[in-house]
């Protein structure tokens, strides 16, 4: 089982991110997804999870800003972060729920 993540970076508060994971090794379409965030110092947060219906659920901290989707026929999960304040800061990272498989984790950094 592989979850390769891909975007994060650094953005102005107000901006917006889109971070990707792609999956392989595991039936994508009927897993349900998550990512979190861990910010240094601090634990790992739960922020969103889709379920293989598509059925979606968030944190409060991010609800109405995040949204997180799904592509079945790429075996890739999205979330889709908009005005990105500087307590987003953290390293996120994506799960396949009920598992040990992680993704690797990319940065997301929020500063002016």
């Known amino acids: 089982v592989q979850l390769v993540q891909s975007g994060g970076g650094v953005v102005q508060p107000g901006g917006s991110l889109r971070l990707s994971c792609a999956a392989s090794?595991?039936?994508?379409?009927?897993?349900?997804m998550a990512w979190f965030r861990q910010a240094p110092g601090k634990e790992r947060n739960f922020i969103a999870l889709?379920?293989?219906?598509?059925?979606?659920h968030y944190h409060d901290s991010v609800a109405g800003r995040f949204t997180v989707s799904r592509d079945n026929g790429k075996s890739t999960m999205y979330l889709q972060m908009n005005n990105l304040k500087p307590e987003d800061t953290a390293v996120y990272l994506c799960?396949?729920?009920?598992?040990?498989?992680w993704g690797e984790g990319t940065q997301v950094t929020v500063s002016s």
């Open positions: 889709i379920r293989a219906d598509d059925s979606t």
């Open positions: 090794g595991i039936a994508f379409s009927s897993s349900a």
């Open positions: 799960t396949v729920i009920s598992t040990n498989y």
